[in-house]
């Protein structure tokens, strides 16, 4: 049996983060990361808008306003030092009705609240910005930028190898245990003995935690992001990035339109169940995940609170010139001919028994594992401070 002094399951950007933290802490230990597919960053880490997020919807002081303040920062300071490119080319939030407009002003005090640098623009300002978007007034975000994440993953993969450790691919974990002195692992490659294990499994988050004995007061429910590909419009067709006033009525923020680091443009995304925690495409079904979506008293709590926001998101799925309309709302140049689908994402979402959705990073631990259980946007800007958090979470 092959022995480690810590091992992270997952190969996304959170899991990559915390290898390189631990191997900060403890240089010489021998650190193994699992990845059950052929690459790491195939799931959230590469199926995401890829946004460096500036922190501004975030309660303050959760860890989601703290990791983002300093994971915007540190993301673009570990880009610089390594020439991963990116840009930073802001993001304005536009409010298309006055009802709209004042939720903009409280959103403008929460961003204030937070430390984030914001401009109040009226319908004029924001016009001359961005004469294709139509709005009532907006909220500028100077300092939101875009990078491809998955990019960022495989030159932490590289560090990690460069500085002793290993990551190895294909490897599933199917079980395992924990005793006195450390975990056992079970995977498709063998056992695997380790002082600690770190759990940033995603997906498989609450499954995982269930395996070593965690706390699982929570069921991740597993949620479609779709997206489209704008085709034939102008490249400069906005110079930002372009988000809605979110609707407390919903729970996720709301289709966008995002510049992309290879040129273009992506809407999206919006959200809808899925019926696989794997299944990106449409139609997509898994027996095990559904039953454990239905058969959790959490989701139809979820699902009655947002009954109508659940029906719309369901329709635009279905129909495209409701999707549409949403972008249009903002964008109306863009029209039915000019969607594309593009690379669909599935976001791992804890839910509460009692129906709500879990709002911030979560994190379970018993004697010898650490189990990263909600890990929702802004994981990705915020996965250095992430990584540190846990590093001292399990060393010290």
Known sequence: MECFDVVIVGGGIVGLATALDVQRRQPGARVLVLEKEAQIALHQTGRNSGVIHAGVYYTPGSLKARFCAEGRSRMRAYCDTRDIPYRVCGKLIVAVNAQERDRLEALGTRAHENGIKIERLSRAEARKLEPAIHSAGALLSPSTGIVDFAKVAHRMAMEIIEAGGEIRTGTCVTGGSEAEAGVTLETSRGRIAAGKAVFCAGLWADRMARQFGAEVDFRIIPFRGEYFRIRNQNE?????????????????????????????????????????????ERGAFNMRDLASTIGYPGFWRLLKSNASSAMSELSASMLRRLYLKRVQAYCPTIEPGDLERYRPGIRAQAVWRDGRMVEDFLFRETRHTLHVCNAPSPAATSALPIGEHIGKRLIG
């Open 236 to 280: 400069n067709l906005v110079r930002h990035l372009i988000y809605p006033v979110p609707d407390p009525a919903r729970p996720f923020l709301g289709v966008h339109l995002t510049r992309k680091m290879d040129g273009g443009f992506t809407v999206g995304p919006n959200a809808v169940l899925a019926f696989s925690r794997e299944g990106y």
